[in-house]
């Protein structure tokens, strides 16, 4: 779960990115040693960071507990000492117990919240992550969307204690939560605001309902775990995220960009002069995956197996704009697996030309497709075909 911080109103509302660079490491395990050092690149990549050290100022050995490795960013981080506002108040966003079933390894929870009532306008200045003890490991991701819709029935649902997201019995209504307003990752500590703005939160003016989308992914080995707790985004092979910015036919230096991705350090990045994304600018995120590890093709979806391409930005001044989404177009799909016809209506959905590949389902070609003979041809024909891109406002409704 995730605890909110807000404070007083602030003279611009709303979303950005931001980041730094840092010049020293800190230890606070054993002793407070402090390593000051000058970053000798000029990467933005994720680094591994490979530490020993020694309580006394001798060549022994250090020992096997004062060593130790982890993933962080020298250029681009997000900095959680920041002093707070001295009036600042806390909302802690908590899953009830959550069981997590013996049967699948993925479970996204969906929670519905209420805005504590904070009287007037407040902006949320940071936020970071609340585990229960020993139940980290099964925490994927955490992404908290405004709600937009019928009150008196989000109110029903900010008492219950929520329910599986993305299946046939979630209400209708939870598909009016899609402006996403904190988005947590693996390995992340959270994210302070810059002081230039916050995000706003408004008792009478802005949305008063919360929803929570809780990605638990469960190893195979561990099953009916009981969890009352609770960017760029991909998932286990993702190796390589850009977010490109092109204006005119010409494309500009990424606006981030990590050569070196790490599933289990998906931290905020600051950036250090924000950004400017001018009307009629095209974003674009792009991934680089490496499946060489795996027997199997690798699809699109939900659960930790499966693959996705994400960047999630705070910006400012806030504009309609919820969330943003593209695929190739389903002539697109078809073409590059040699599909000329589907069966209309048909469930699960089946080919119906050509002839040698008639009443066979669109999964079964997919699986058994020739991709280590056929891959290049299926990327071009991909690459050539039509996209379609999909934008929501808040409402939520399609920009035209």
Known sequence: CLPRKFASPLKSAAKILSLFLIHAFHFHQLTDLTLHTRASTNSNDTMRLLYAYHNEDALTYHGRAQRGARSLYLLERVNLEEPLPRDVLTWDLRNPAVLLPASE?????????????????????????????GNRIYMHHVIVYEC??????????????????????????????????????????????PPEAGYPLDPVDGPK??????????????????????????????????????????????????????????????????????????????????????????????????????????YYPRVDLSLCHSLPSLPTVLHSLGIQELWPGSSPVRIRSPPELENMTLENRLVSYDWENNFRSFQEATHKGSFKPLCWMKKPTLLP
């Open 209 to 314: 309902y919360f929803m929570m989308e809780t990605h638990y992914s469960i190893p195979p080995e561990d099953v009916d775990v009981s969890d009352s707790s609770v960017a760029l985004h991909t998932h286990l092979i993702g190796r390589k995220v850009r977010f490109r910015q092109i204006r005119d036919g010409t494309e500009l230096p990424p606006i981030t960009a990590d050569n070196n991705y790490d599933f289990s350090y998906q931290e905020y990045r600051r950036l250090q002069t924000p950004v400017k994304v001018r009307p009629g600018d095209h974003l674009i995120a792009e991934c680089v995956y490496n499946s060489v590890g795996r027997s199997t093709i690798t699809l699109g979806g939900l659960t930790s197996r499966e693959e996705m391409c994400l960047v999630f930005g705070y």
């Open 105 to 133: 390894d993925t479970l996204y929870w969906c929670k519905i919240f209420k805005l504590p009532n904070i009287g007037r306008k407040h902006h949320m200045v940071q936020y970071e992550p609340l585990h229960q003890p």
């Open 148 to 193: 937009q819709g019928n009150e008196e029935e989000f109110e029903a649902h900010a008492r219950d204690r929520g329910q599986m997201c993305y299946k046939p019995s979630m209400p209708q209504s939870f598909f009016n939560c899609n402006n996403v307003v904190i988005a947590w990752g693996v390995g992340s500590e959270g994210f302070s605001f």
